[in-house]
């Protein structure tokens, strides 16, 4: 059972809405595998107080704290230092301490090469990469492969400026269409389509017949699990990676920034499959 004393070292996430956030499960699950004396909770911050929570954690002697929105772009803003990916980006995920510094990370992207990695054995490296997407999520997973060495990354969508900022982010990015994904080794929804409650499946418009067995697609989408897309994708024979493994591997990441320690994965996922 956790005991909070005067010793226990607090971690949190901050955003707006926050209550349904999953991560002080994933991340309480981790503290309890390695008998550490950390506490990770949630603390709603309204929208323009983001770099209020970072002074905040400097006062109250916070060891960490995840990001999520609408507090992305102002706590990139209010760090002491940014990592390449977090300058690239705009958006920070996590803010760690080194020394007497606050640091701001963004573990989206590589948790979600990691999670690849991980789920199916994919190595991006040299792959063609169809990203569906050009919000906060997609910016960080074209980085990410773009870092990791993929060959091609092309990025689709609805608005069409967005799209040509977010595929300037790797010197292998471009602007494509739907028809590209005949032609991808990994197709990414990157979009919040699919998501319960968010915008219709149908909206992606994409033509399962452009889905095949050489490909993996990924959703980035969790709730729900099994997503319209990647069912269309394991009727073409695809190999289908959902998104709960980026959830695990972005938590797992900042555990490691935060405690210095490898993440115990195996109970971080299992808090996940397994929340009560
Ligand atoms: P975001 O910044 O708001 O971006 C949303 C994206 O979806 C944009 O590209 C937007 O296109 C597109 N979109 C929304 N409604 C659409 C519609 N009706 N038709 C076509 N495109 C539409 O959101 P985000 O933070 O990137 O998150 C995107 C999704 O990823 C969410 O479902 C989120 O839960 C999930 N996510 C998962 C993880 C994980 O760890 N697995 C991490 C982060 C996010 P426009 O640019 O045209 O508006």
Same mark, same amino acid.
């Given at each position: 059972?956790?005991?909070?004393? %005067? ?12 209550? #349904? ?5 994933? #991340?309480?699950?981790?503290?309890? /595998? ?21 002074? /905040? ?9 995840? &990001? ?24 920070? $995920? ?11 990370? $963004? ?31 997609? *910016?960080?997973?074209?980085? %990410? ?6 060959? *091609?990354?092309? &990025?689709? $969508? ?7 900022? /977010? ?6 990015? *471009? ?13 990414? $929804? ?45 009727? /073409? ?11 695990? #591997? ?27």
């Amino acid at each position: 059972m956790l005991k909070v004393t %005067a010793e226990t070292r607090l971690v949190g996430v901050i955003g707006d809405p926050v209550r #349904h956030s999953r991560s002080p499960l994933i #991340h309480n699950a981790g503290f309890e /595998a390695l008998a550490l004396d950390w506490v990770y909770t949630a603390f709603p911050v309204r929208a323009g107080d983001g770099a209020a929570a970072v002074r /905040a954690m400097r006062v109250l002697g916070i060891e960490g704290l995840s &990001v999520t929105m609408p507090h992305k772009d102002a706590v990139a803003a209010a760090v002491d230092r940014r990592t390449p990916a977090v300058d690239a980006l705009g958006a920070c $995920n996590c803010v760690a301490r080194e020394g007497d510094e606050l640091v701001g990370h $963004n573990t989206d992207g590589d948790g979600f090469v990691a999670a690849l990695r991980a789920e199916v054995g994919m190595d991006v490296a040299g792959v063609c990469a169809v990203v569906l997407g050009a919000g906060g999520a997609a *910016r960080a997973i074209i980085d %990410a492969l773009g870092r990791a060495g993929a060959d *091609r990354i092309i &990025v689709v $969508n609805r608005t069409a400026a967005k799209a040509e900022r /977010a595929a300037e982010l790797s010197d292998r990015g *471009r602007v494509g269409s739907l028809d590209d994904i005949a032609s991808a080794d990994l197709v990414v $929804n990157a979009t919040s389509i699919g998501m319960a409650g968010g915008p219709s499946p149908a909206g992606i418009g994409l033509d399962p017949a452009l889905l095949h067995p050489q490909q993996v697609v990924a959703d980035i989408v969790y709730q729900p699990l099994r997503t319209p897309l990647m069912v269309a994708a394991e009727q /073409a024979g695809a190999t289908v990676v959902g998104g709960l493994g980026m959830l695990l #591997h972005q938590a797992a990441a900042q555990f490691e920034l935060w405690t210095g320690l490898a993440a115990p994965l195996e109970a971080m996922r299992s808090a996940l499959d397994h929340p009560c």
